[in-house]
């Protein structure tokens, strides 16, 4: 394991790819800090997956009985397994398939669409956001698809040629999914139905495809490493035979198995601060493979950044007070706390 601290110091401008492609060695900023994990706790066993909770969609405006498990299920874990979402299993293929295509490209290709300095948007891996920074075993290309008038185009491949229409049409569906899911939310908690959409106001969605390399030291690195979205919701469609997402659960890792054609849906601290604590924006983090490849494609619903975040006035009561200040809750807010360590959505409790 020594080899793992001999490698070149340049590797921080590299993609994870270039790295994976001759990795002899594994670069010091990918070792994983194993002690500073969100304290003591266990890691998941090969074996162990999460009995995650299973959604119909296609019940949730007419089964009492399905709202009470979507609500249950949020509570219980923040995260849940969507079908018969409406999606057909040949399109998300498709949206699959392009983003396979993307990262199959040459170095030169994809580095058309390369993201700037301490940015998110476009094509690259971690901002780097100090020297002691542990870096994740990953690659994305993130991406502002909704509102349509804040995409940057420069970033979305024109390679393959269907890239653009595909994620385009993928966008509109994940945006009445994210309209179900917070309207269902609502009417878990007895509240008019508009509740969640009227206080979050219009939301970005933000596509980021992740691939994630095989590497030769899996127990080493972290795909991703320990957090909890910002978002209001991110959905999530995870590769279809290659598992890797394990969620924070009592004190335990443990693993998300994939559930064909569904998507994985979870809240993030933005739906924590607004239902009043009620609903549980889970930790989260992503483990690679030491002989497969794995892509997902996930999409955030964030508050625009200058929309302030609070609890639901309804949801506040003698016997349930304001568990969170209001805030605006934006990306930049969340890297700021992150950066320092722990969860960001601890500076908004009371």
């Not at 998941?44 to 498990?69: G, H, Q, W, Y």
């Not at 030169?108 to 094509?123: H, N, S, T």
């Not at 969620?247 to 993030?268: C, E, F, M, P, R």
Request: proline share 5%; hydrophobic share 35%; with cysteine.
């Amino acid at each position: 394991m020594d080899k793992c601290h001999s490698a070149p110091a340049n590797h921080v401008n590299k993609q994870v790819q270039e790295i994976a492609a001759n990795c002899h060695h594994l670069p010091k900023r990918y070792i994983r800090k194993q002690d500073k994990e969100y304290g003591p706790v266990t890691n998941a066993s090969a074996s162990s997956l999460a009995d995650l909770p299973v959604i119909d969609f296609s019940l949730l405006t007419s089964s009492p009985l399905e709202l009470n498990k979507l609500k249950s299920a949020v509570i219980t874990w923040g995260c849940f397994q969507a079908i018969n979402h409406g999606i057909e299993s040949l399109f998300l293929e498709k949206v699959r398939e392009i983003g396979k295509m993307f990262f199959h490209l040459s170095a030169d290709e994809k580095k058309k669409y390369l993201k700037e300095e301490k940015d998110v948007e476009g094509y690259g891996n971690d901002i780097v956001l100090s020297d002691d920074q542990v870096l994740d075993w990953n690659d994305r290309l993130y991406l502002t698809v909704l509102p349509k008038d804040q995409r940057k185009f420069r970033f979305w491949p024109t390679n393959p040629t269907n890239f653009r229409d595909v994620l385009d049409e993928y966008s509109c569906k994940m945006e009445l999914i994210y309209e179900v899911v917070l309207k269902s939310l609502a009417r878990a908690l007895n509240l008019h139905e508009d509740c969640f959409l009227n206080q979050f106001g219009t939301t970005k969605k933000c596509a980021r495809y992740n691939y994630y390399p095989s590497c030769p030291w899996p127990e080493r690195v972290l795909g991703v490493k320990p957090h909890a979205d910002s978002s209001a919701i991110t959905i999530l469609l995870q590769d279809e035979e290659v598992e890797g997402l394990q969620l924070l659960k009592d004190g335990k890792w443990v693993g998300v198995s994939v559930v064909h054609d569904a998507l994985t849906i979870n809240v993030g601290d933005q739906m924590e601060i607004g239902s009043n604590g009620i609903f549980k924006s889970p930790v989260h983090r992503v483990m690679v493979n030491s002989k497969k490849e794995r892509m997902t494609l996930a999409v955030f619903c964030p508050v625009l950044s200058d929309q302030v975040v609070g609890p639901v006035d309804e949801l506040i009561t003698e016997e349930t007070p304001r568990m969170y200040k209001n805030v605006a809750y934006s990306l930049d807010y969340f890297l700021n706390y992150f950066q320092q360590g722990g969860r960001p959505i601890d500076a908004c409790k009371i």
